[in-house]
């Protein structure tokens, strides 16, 4: 793990990293989602609205991915110290709130047209918007961090604390009487057809290249910024 906590070296994958990802996630992405608007049949019961799944679910999933990596970086940071653990997890909150933000909104249109609502206080869109709301305040603690590359110790417990929302929103449709649709992918299988299985996977795998590739670019910057203060910083001592 120690190996990448030297900046130089962590920038030195990063930097071609960063460009291989966006660039396979946008065209894994684009095309996931043209072949499920194109090629996939309408469902026999939503029709076409059920579409929104090639964008709905991946947002889902990468809104929980997020949080859940911004608590594994506050644990590292915390325990061992690790100097990039702060950077990562202030990086990954942005692409993080974006998601959980496109998964609600992906989530309304959906359910216009199915439940005849768009929203209702369901305990799986209740905790979901929980999850968007600590994004923005774990984005305000971050900011508001004297160290500007990092994040404080607060933010790093709220990160951690935070963590507890992610297994209540999976499995919220199995504990409370829920509007929203039970679990179609767990470890045991899919109830879901190959059909919108295969495009939902490449769907889903394009977004996670892009989040790596949102979060890489931010870290890059953040990295960037605390050399130019300490270059600013020791000129202002000369």
Aim: glycine fraction near 8%.
């Amino acid at each position: 793990m120690h190996r990448f906590a030297n900046p130089a070296r962590f920038l030195g994958i990063a930097k071609p990293l960063t460009p291989l990802l966006l660039w396979a996630g946008l065209v894994l992405a684009i095309g996931a989602c043209a072949w499920g608007l194109t090629m996939v049949p309408a469902e026999r019961l939503q029709g076409h609205s059920v579409k929104i799944i090639f964008v709905h679910v991946p947002a889902a999933w990468l809104g929980m991915a997020g949080w859940t990596g911004i608590a594994i970086a506050s644990i590292i940071q915390l325990v061992w110290r690790h100097p990039l653990a702060g950077v990562s997890a202030r990086a990954i909150a942005v692409p993080g709130a974006m998601f959980a933000a496109l998964c609600l909104i992906t989530g309304s249109i959906w359910g216009r047209p199915t439940w005849g609502v768009w929203w209702v206080w369901d305990g799986r869109l209740t905790s979901m918007l929980v999850l968007f709301f600590l994004y923005l305040g774990y984005i305000a603690l971050a900011n508001a961090s004297s160290e500007k590359g990092s994040v404080s110790r607060t933010a790093a417990v709220f990160g951690i604390i935070g963590a507890v929302n992610i297994p209540i929103i999976n499995r919220s449709v199995v504990w409370w009487e829920s509007q929203h649709q039970k679990a179609s992918i767990t470890l045991s299988g899919s109830t879901i057809d190959t059909t919108y299985l295969w495009p939902l996977f490449a769907s889903a795998l394009g977004f996670s290249l892009l989040f790596g590739a949102i979060t890489l670019m931010r870290m890059r910057a953040q990295l960037a910024e605390i050399r130019i203060e300490a270059r600013m910083r020791r000129l202002a001592e000369d």
